[in-house]
């Protein structure tokens, strides 16, 4: 896939303990706010070797919880 320059992602949320809900940023001129089931997530994120932004508060737990709920399926 092209090159995506500076590309990252910010956790904000996880929704039916199964979708991540994120920000996706290429540098400072485009943010998105996307929803993706998690495996599809971390191919988005691999794919266009996005850097992963600490989460906050209440999504980083979300986050960390489905990760390792997920890990080995």
Not at 19 to 26: C, G, K, M, P, R
Not at 42 to 65: I, S, V
């Given at each position: 896939?092209?090159?995506?320059?500076?590309?990252?992602?910010?956790?904000?949320?996880?929704?039916?303990?199964?979708?991540?809900?994120f920000?996706?940023?290429?540098?400072?001129?485009?943010?998105?706010?996307?929803?993706?089931?998690?495996?599809?997530?971390?191919?988005?994120c691999?794919?266009?070797?996005?850097?992963?932004?600490?989460?906050?508060?209440?999504?980083?737990?979300?986050?960390?919880?489905?990760?390792?709920?997920?890990a080995?399926?």
């Amino acid at each position: 896939m092209g090159d995506w320059g500076d590309a990252s992602v910010r956790v904000t949320g996880v929704r039916r303990s199964r979708y991540v809900e994120f920000d996706f940023s290429i540098g400072d001129e485009l943010v998105v706010e996307l929803v993706m089931p998690y495996r599809e997530f971390c191919n988005f994120c691999a794919d266009r070797n996005a850097e992963m932004l600490p989460a906050e508060g209440e999504a980083a737990l979300a986050y960390m919880e489905l990760a390792e709920r997920l890990a080995d399926t």
